[in-house]
């Protein structure tokens, strides 16, 4: 596949994400609200706000992930600002685990605690912690490999 071919399917794919986490914001936000609101009555809009921050979270990484795959296709992949995008991705990421942790805290201590929902809030903090350590290791390649390119534009 060539770059150009790549950096399109990446972005369509990006695209494509963002429309399911604008559904799930959408439709299953205010839906785990009401469920919430059955288990422990007043968490309906804690739970709905908790949801719609993770989301506005994974919108920012998804916006500096955009922005990669673009120079992507521009043939500018190894640059010290895709390192930066990366690295934000990574804090980014590592934010929404530390929420879904929080939440998972907040929740054992009301004694809120299903099976399921230990699962899901469980999976996905482990999700956003292997992409922020991952997002962590390419911005540190990436870095390096901007290093190396600089030095061999320079050399003739």
Known sequence: MKQKELSVWLRVTAIIIGIFLVLACIFLAPTSGREAEESVPGS????????YI??????????????????????????????????????????????????????AVIGSLNPVG??????????CAGASAASAALSHLTVKAADIQADNDLTI
């Open 44 to 51: 309906y809009w804690w739970t709905v706000i908790s949801l």
């Open 118 to 127: 230990l699962l899901i809030r469980g999976a996905i903090a482990l999700f």
């Open 54 to 107: 993770t989301a506005v979270i994974a919108f920012l990484a998804l916006g500096n992930a955009y922005l990669i795959f673009t120079d992507i296709g521009r043939d500018r992949s190894f640059t010290r600002i895709n390192a930066l995008r990366l690295r934000r991705i990574s804090i980014l990421a590592a934010a929404d685990a530390a929420i879904y942790l929080i939440i998972f805290g907040v929740l």
